[in-house]
């Protein structure tokens, strides 16, 4: 089995960041989708990677290039909000990219990655913070938890762990873990301080939230002996 920890660094400053990298855990090498360019992240093992927001933009390949430029080793992408097409597509394969990270299979079993017809792997997603505790117009079904133990503990049981097609890719916001987040009221009501100074709520440390979910995952990746690997590592290690 393999897990790729990968993050989103919507909303994070480099001195957020930075503070963020040194009180979380990461076990192993994780991928960081960014918006922009991280000096705190060169020189450390963790791949950066493309994350552009095409919110605004008419013309797409103009900021598919801008982002190349930015990462120009990179063979790995994913937009903001997933945003893609099939004509996007051609255009990061046209390019080089080898892989996206793109579509959402939440909690499903057996993920493995699967290549596209316009030539890059998309690796799915396997569990999304936010996907897990927002409930925007009641999207989830009536039974749905957020951070649900189960959908780490499954991912490691009937020896999954030795089952080397099987690879499960994890999406974590740092600003989620950074506060806590609990729901989406939470986020909203506290992602301003956050963004301006850096200040988490007082409520942060009370409640369970996607840190107490990421540290969990964390815990039971030691237990098992597993570490994250990058998603270019798991393309290569899966089509090897
Ligand atoms: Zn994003």
């Known amino acids: 089995m393999t897990i ?11 001195v957020n960041l930075s503070k963020w990298l040194s009180s979380v855990e990461i076990e192993g090498c994780a991928t960081f989708y960014c918006g922009q360019k991280f000096d705190i992240l060169e020189g450390t093992k963790h791949l950066q990677a493309p994350h552009p927001d095409f919110a605004g933009k008419t013309n797409f390949i103009e900021l598919i290039d801008e982002y190349q ?8 992408w994913r937009s903001h909000s997933l945003l893609f097409s099939q004509s996007i597509c051609v255009e990061l394969f046209r390019r080089g990219y080898t892989s996206v990270s793109i579509s959402e299979q939440f909690g499903a079993q057996g993920i493995a990655p699967n290549r596209l017809p316009w030539g890059p792997v998309d690796m799915s997603i396997y569990y999304m913070d936010n996907s897990d505790f927002c409930n ?8 749905h938890v957020p951070f649900n133990r189960k959908i780490i503990d499954r991912i490691f049981e009937n020896g ?9 890719v ?6 989620h873990i950074a506060l806590n987040t609990r729901s989406y009221g939470t986020y909203a009501a506290e992602r301003d301080a956050y963004k301006s100074d850096g200040a988490v709520s007082q409520d942060s440390a009370s409640r369970y ?4 979910f990421y540290n969990e995952l964390i815990a039971s990746m030691k237990e098992n002996s597993v570490e994250s690997i990058s998603i270019e590592q798991a393309v290569e290690e899966f089509y090897s």
């Open 170 to 175: 994890f999406d974590f916001h740092p600003i």
């Open 136 to 143: 925007f117009n009641n999207m989830h079904n009536d039974d």
């Open 69 to 76: 430029k930015m990462f120009p080793s990179c063979k790995t």
């Open 160 to 168: 999954s762990v030795f089952d080397k097609k099987k690879v499960y």
């Open 209 to 212: 939230g996607v840190k107490n």
């Open 4 to 14: 790729c920890l990968t993050f989103d660094t919507d909303h994070m400053s480099e």
